[in-house]
Structures are given as structure tokens and as C-alpha cells.
């Protein structure tokens, strides 16, 4: 089962900061915070990763609260392109996680960027 | 040149039917993954393989077999398909073993009629 909680759907105005919020209130201290997304008939594809510190870079920024208990995606400016189902996703990163297993994904939030 | 690629993109076929659908990555990638995304569009590991190491979802039937005849191609083989087979599949790739950001493919659609 997915350890991320995520809204089904989130509506954004293009051109506008999307905000995707996750919850992770059982990550544990080894594990990383994943963020996928998946555009109509294609394959998911990677956006962005962070352990503890915010990242950015050039498709998005990923914002992770002090006690690693929820995150934040953030889309700058939405474009059109944009609208998909934005997966979050916790595990352990590098070789450390042992063995090849793969992403757990759960339902995530389709994001509609509205014209 | 795509990273990640699969053939076919859309693979019609009759039930009891045995197929392969093929994936290659020019990544140098050491682990390869295979994805099945039912029709409610959850997607779901089904196996990963590294460095000749087979790890398999307990939940794939025996019918569903990957072969992998070099680090740069992991192929699915399906025996006797059942309707329930019917899904998208993707395959995808990594660096390393174990967490690393994983690449896919387009993904290939398997209809059983």
C-alpha cells in the first residue's frame, strides 16, 4: 500500500502556481520523498526528489515540512501541459533501500490546469 | 533517441493466446522494471530485475515471465492470456538498484479479446 495521502484532484488556473500537497506522517528517517507524474497516455515520468532539505529544480520545486510529515509540490507557472496525475511517492533512495524493488504508487492527484 | 522504449505500443490478441512485448533502454541502466496499469489506472510492480537478479511481485501469476538477454533489454512474455490481462504495461529503467529515479516507457496496451 501507498504511504502517501494526496487530494483525488486539484483544479489550477494556467500560468498560475500549481500547489500539490502530500502526506507522509510515517516516512521514515532513510526514506526520500518522490514526486511522479503521469500525462495521459504516456509512461510516469520523474519530477523531483528531496530527503529533508527543499529542492528545485527546472521543472518544479519540492518543499518538505520540518518533521518530514508532508511536502509540497510546486509548479511555478502551469502551463496547459501541465494537467496529469501527479504521484508522491516515500522510499529509500540508493542502494541502501537493498534489492531492485519498484515505485509503489498510489492514486494521486490529477491536476487540471484550466485555460 | 528514446531512453526507454516498447514494442508494440498496442497489442490486440485473442484469449489463451501467448505473447511478448519487448523493452530496451540505451541508458546504461543496470535495473529493469516491468508495470501493469489496470483499467482504474492503478499501476502496480510486477518485477524488477538487476544484474541477474529476479525480484517478483507475489501477486504476478506464473503465466507472466520477464527475460532479459542482455543489461539493455527485460521482455515479457504472457502464456494463455485471460481477459483479465487486458491492461497497459510499461516498462522502465534505473541507474541503480533500489530507489534510484526509474525512466519508462510509453507503455504498451494489451487488449484480450
Known amino acids: 500500500d501507498a504511504k502517501t495521502t494526496q487530494p483525488p484532484s486539484m483544479d489550477c488556473a494556467e500560468g498560475r502556481a500549481a500547489n500539490l500537497p502530500c502526506n507522509h506522517s510515517t516516512i521514515s528517517g532513510n526514506e526520500y520523498v518522490y514526486w511522479y507524474r503521469q500525462i495521459h497516455s504516456q509512461g510516469p515520468q520523474y519530477i523531483i526528489h528531496?530527503?529533508?532539505n527543499n529542492e528545485t529544480n527546472e521543472m518544479a520545486s519540492l518543499i518538505i515540512t520540518e518533521d518530514r510529515k508532508s511536502s509540497t509540490l510546486i509548479l511555478p507557472h502551469a502551463t496547459l501541459r501541465d494537467t496529469a496525475v501527479y504521484y508522491c511517492i516515500v522510499r529509500v533512495a540508493g542502494n541502501s533501500g537493498g534489492g531492485a524493488d519498484g515505485l509503489t504508487f498510489g492514486k494521486g492527484t490529477h491536476l487540471i490546469i484550466q485555460p | 533517441d528514446t531512453a526507454v522504449s516498447q514494442t508494440p505500443k498496442y497489442l490486440v490478441t485473442q484469449m489463451g493466446n501467448d505473447k511478448s512485448i519487448k523493452c530496451e533502454q540505451n541508458l546504461g541502466h543496470d535495473t529493469m522494471y516491468w508495470y501493469k496499469q489496470d483499467s482504474k489506472k492503478f499501476l502496480k510492480i510486477m518485477f524488477s530485475y538487476n544484474n541477474k537478479e529476479l525480484i517478483i511481485n507475489e501477486t504476478v501469476p506464473n503465466r507472466f515471465s520477464p527475460k532479459s538477454p542482455d543489461k539493455a533489454h527485460l521482455n515479457l512474455h504472457i502464456n494463455s492470456l485471460e481477459l483479465g490481462d487486458s491492461a497497459v504495461y510499461f516498462c522502465?529503467?534505473?541507474?541503480?538498484?533500489?530507489?534510484?529515479?526509474?525512466?519508462f516507457g510509453a507503455g504498451t496496451r494489451l487488449s484480450v479479446l
Open positions: 528531496g530527503l529533508k
Open positions: 522502465a529503467s534505473s541507474q541503480a538498484a533500489g530507489g534510484d529515479i526509474q525512466y
